[in-house]
């Protein structure tokens, strides 16, 4: 039941397998509707996850995940994001290593490092790009409102752009 435009943006970068099969979906929607608390692993990580009630939908909320938490540069966040898209075992290793090192720093907890982390890797390998996800949620919106409220204007439009299509 989105009721403005960020919502339709975390539905259209969620709406996709990853997140499917994950349950994620189901989560957000029951943390959007007040059904199960919202919950951060640490204080610090709130101000990053709030504005879609505390999941990773969007890559730069594992670039500045990285950021806050472990001191990576927005460069070394990319690499991170770009090792857990791929799933490229040398380099989330390698990136898994300089997370747990800059969050020691930081005083946060191994274990809870490592949670995090984990966090973030299962997300990252779905995350989508937050502006891919306002273009395509804003089109969406205006051709669900030009179809429910231009039905025939809408639909001669789209059979004379479809026409000359076999398909």
Do not use: W
């Amino acid at each position: 039941k989105p009721v403005c435009l960020e919502d339709l943006i975390a539905l259209n970068a969620l709406y996709r397998p990853g997140p499917l099969r994950g349950g994620v979906v189901d989560d957000y929607i029951n943390r959007k509707h007040g059904r199960v608390e919202i919950k951060y692993e640490l204080p610090i990580m709130e101000p990053v996850l709030r504005e879609i009630d505390g999941v990773i939908a969007y890559q730069e909320q594992v670039m500045r995940l990285a950021s806050e938490l472990a001191g990576f540069t927005l460069g070394e966040a990319d690499e991170l994001r770009r090792a857990m898209g791929k799933k490229d075992a040398a380099k989330m290793q390698a990136t898994r290593d300089r997370f747990m090192r800059g969050c020691a720093e930081r005083g946060i907890p191994e274990k809870k490092a490592k949670t995090v982390f984990e966090f973030i890797e299962f997300f990252a390998g779905y995350g989508f790009n937050k502006s891919h996800s306002t273009t395509y949620a804003l089109l969406a919106y205006q051709t669900a409102y030009l179809k429910a409220n231009y039905p025939r204007h809408f639909m001669a439009v789209l059979l004379t752009i479809e026409a000359q299509s076999s398909d």
